[in-house]
T-cell receptor
C-alpha cells in the first residue's frame, strides 16, 4: 500500500530534550515536506526537500532541522524543543513539483 | 502573499442532503488546487486535485470546480452520509515557486443520521 508513515504518532517531551520525528514514504517520490498545524493558523510548511541532499526552508523553519540522506526518508529534528513547538506535525510527499501531495497520519507533539 | 479562505467554518446537515463547501484564494496565479479531508487522528486524505486548466474534477459523490480567474473553488458532496463527517481543507499550489501548498483553515462538516 502506498503511504507516508510518521513515527511516533504521539510524543510528550520536556523543554530542551532533542527529538527526531521520522517520516518514510514508499512511493519513490522526489519531493517531501514537513508542515505543522496549529489552531487558528492552519497548516504551515516548515521545510521541504526536492531530492536527496537538497532541502530548503519553508515558512516557519526556526527551531527545526531536516536531512534527506535517502530518497524515502525525511526526518524532522528538534534540537532544543520549546513549548511553542507544541503542535500537530505532518509529513507529505509527492512525485513531482506540481503533482498530488500525500500526507502522513500526523505526529502530535507536546513540549512541557 | 496568497491567502486561502474557506466558508463556512462549520456546517451541520442531515443525512442525504447535497452540500457545497467554498474555497477562495487571493492570488489567481496557481498551478493547481487540492481538496483534502482530515479525520481526527487520521491525518489528511487527498480527495481531488484540480489543475488550473481544468474546470471540474469528479470522484464518486464528490465534484470539485475551479474558477481560477475569480479565485474560487467549490467542493460539491452529493447525498451526504454520516461517514462524510470530517474537516475539509483546500490548498493551492502557486505556478511559480512550487515548494509549498497554502492551506485554508477548513470547513468542519457534521452529517447527522
Amino acid at each position: 500500500e502506498a503511504q507516508v508513515t510518521q513515527n511516533p504518532r504521539y510524543l510528550i517531551t520536556v523543554t530542551g530534550k532533542k527529538l527526531t520525528v521520522t517520516c518514510s514514504q514508499n512511493m519513490n517520490h522526489e519531493y517531501m515536506s514537513w508542515y505543522r498545524q496549529d489552531p487558528g493558523l492552519g497548516l504551515r510548511q516548515i521545510y521541504y526537500s526536492m531530492n536527496v541532499e537538497v532541502t530548503d526552508k519553508g515558512d516557519v523553519p526556526e527551531g527545526y532541522k531536516v536531512s534527506r540522506k535517502e530518497k524515502r526518508n525525511f526526518p524532522l529534528i528538534l534540537e532544543s524543543p520549546s513549548p511553542n513547538q507544541t503542535s500537530l506535525y505532518f509529513c507529505a510527499s509527492r512525485r513531482g513539483p506540481y503533482t498530488e501531495a500525500f500526507f502522513g497520519q500526523g505526529t502530535r507533539l507536546t513540549v512541557v | 502573499k496568497q491567502e486561502v479562505t474557506q466558508i463556512p467554518a462549520a456546517l451541520s446537515v442531515p443525512e442525504g442532503e447535497n452540500l457545497v463547501l467554498n474555497c477562495s484564494f487571493t492570488d489567481s496565479a496557481i498551478y493547481n488546487l487540492q481538496w483534502f479531508r482530515q479525520d481526527p487522528g487520521k491525518g489528511l486524505t487527498s480527495l481531488l486535485l484540480i489543475q488550473s486548466s481544468q474546470r471540474e474534477q469528479t470522484s464518486g459523490r464528490l465534484n470539485a470546480s475551479l474558477d481560477k480567474s475569480s479565485g474560487r473553488s467549490t467542493l460539491y458532496i452529493a447525498a451526504s452520509q454520516p461517514g462524510d463527517s470530517a474537516t475539509y481543507l483546500c490548498a493551492v499550489r502557486p505556478d511559480m515557486g512550487y515548494s509549498t501548498l497554502t492551506f485554508g483553515k477548513g470547513t468542519m462538516l457534521l452529517v447527522s443520521p
